[in-house]
């Protein structure tokens, strides 16, 4: 709804200042039209990043693993400058069945994929409804693969569909977030902290209208639940990297998906919060590869 009052962001406005752009290229798949950028060879990965982040969040990490992988790392629908899709595109089911289609019309077939956050959730999502992935490594970092704990739980969701359906709400957000400092505040509660650099790209998405639209209507629209019920089910590999001090997603529920997951082995990592990877894209990288070598 309102989706001709926000325009996606604008390539040629932003193209000059960001990360890796001479490996990002459009395509269309899975009715969204995708940025996605691509580095290196030899075995697919596949990257996702978290709600309100975009491809940008593995800028020092894509040419560590682009030595030994091809690396595949789109902006999510609605995220930055990939358009929105059809109805229903931004449910987690959506992202996960778009990004299918997305990889077969590049024609790669991951054989890691890894996600932060809400992109953790779409990856274990794809391997539990993709027989073709059921030999992949999976790789969450701070995943988001089990609904909030307390008041977050019953409030976040109903505060997500009043602002999705309120056509100023977008705008409003947009604002707060172009005021000097809110970013890096923003960040911060998260229990992180990020260079000039990092802070400069966070405030060009979140203070664009069309980028904060797409966000609050992916999270009107997800439900984490069916999700967490049938991780058991999950064959893949699978391995955690948890910030310690991670603010948005408590530690304590990377412990429960590892009694979902009796083959998960979890590393946590002290002094670093939700945005870990970005914190130490060094100490990510190596650790990636190695569980991705196993």
Same mark, same amino acid.
């Given at each position: ?45 596949? #990257? ?15 040419? %560590?693993?682009? @030595? ?27 992202? *996960?069945?778009?990004?299918? @289609? ?21 990856? %274990?999502?794809? !391997? ?23 008041? *977050? ?8 569909? #009043? *602002? ?36 400069? #790209? ?12 797409? !966000? ?30 991670? @603010? ?14 009796? @083959?998960? !082995? ?18 990510? *990288? ?9």
């Amino acid at each position: 709804m309102f989706e001709r009052f926000y325009p996606g962001m604008s390539w040629d406005r932003h193209r000059d200042v960001w990360p890796l752009a001479e490996h990002s290229r459009f395509v269309s798949a899975g009715g969204v039209d995708w940025h996605v950028q691509v580095l290196g060879s030899g075995p697919c990965m596949l #990257l996702l990043h978290g709600t309100g982040s975009g491809s940008f969040s593995w800028r020092e990490l894509l040419p %560590a693993l682009a @030595q030994r992988h091809t690396v595949v790392a789109p902006d999510l629908p609605g995220h930055a400058f990939s358009g929105r899709g059809g109805p229903g595109g931004l449910s987690l089911q959506g992202m *996960a069945d778009s990004l299918r @289609q997305l990889l077969r019309q590049m024609n790669l077939l991951p054989k890691g994929l890894v996600g932060h956050s809400a992109g953790a959730a779409v990856a %274990a999502q794809m !391997v539990l409804h993709d027989t073709t992935l059921d030999r992949a490594t999976l790789i969450g970092l701070n995943p988001a693969w089990l609904p909030l704990p307390g008041p *977050a739980a019953w409030f976040l969701g109903p505060a997500a569909k #009043l *602002a999705a359906w309120n056509p100023l709400s977008a705008w409003a957000c947009a604002k707060l977030a172009a005021q000097p400092g809110a970013v890096a505040q923003l960040i911060r509660s998260t229990g992180s902290t990020l260079d000039a650099r990092g802070l400069d #790209l966070y405030q060009r998405v979140l203070s664009d209208p069309g980028h904060l639209h797409g !966000v609050l209507t992916m999270m009107a629209q997800w439900r984490l639940s069916p999700l967490s019920e049938a991780l058991h089910r999950i064959p893949n590999p699978v391995y955690l990297d948890i910030g310690a001090g991670d @603010q948005a997603i408590p530690p304590s529920l990377a412990d429960e998906a590892c009694r979902r997951l009796p @083959q998960a !082995v979890a590393r946590r990592r002290e002094g670093l919060g939700h945005l870990a990877h970005e914190e130490d894209p060094v100490g990510a *990288a190596q650790q990636i590869l190695q569980w991705c070598a196993v």
